[in-house]
């Protein structure tokens, strides 16, 4: 019993030993976001001393030390919000159609038979439906002109996962991790 369940948890954490392996330390050029306890710097790498890190923003050069570096990330491209902004404007929209239609068709006003046909020939879907297709078309207007730019986390040396042959003829995992 003891076999299986070592084989099928070491078959489990290969796939981390695997990504972990593949994910190195970023490359001369490439846009970098280091956050340190003290501040966030954000610009291109220029050189990797030993101990640090050199990085060119636009208006100076950091030499930031690895021990103080909390989080490193990498730039992953600026990409559009369209849809976030259609999905804003649409809600905003929505909720703006209905209370519009509250307030220029009162229930009073439906109810009493009154010779205007724009609240009668009118609905709250109606509104809602217009209002949250005007809105949904400038929000993605509006987020498509808003570009922003994503990071992808580059793995610390802090931690490590390993796999090792046990003595009982089965497999150890374990997880150091490095404060």
Known sequence: MRTPLA???ALAVMP??????LCQEPAVGERLRVKTASSTVI??????EPGYLVIQT??????IPWDSISRLQVSDGMRSNTLKGAIGGIAVSSALGGITYLVACPPADRDSGSESTFCENSSV?????????????????IGAANKSERWEDVPSDRWRIEVTPDLNGGVSVGANLRL
Do not use: E, K, V
Request: charged share 10%.
């Open 16 to 21: 981390l030993i695997a990504l972990s392996a």
């Open 58 to 63: 636009a208006t100076i050069q950091a030499r």
């Open 125 to 141: 879907g109606g509104w809602i439906g217009a209002f949250a297709i005007f809105g949904g078309l400038i929000g993605a207007g």
């Open 43 to 48: 610009g291109t790498l220029d050189t990797r």
């Open 7 to 9: 084989a099928a948890l």
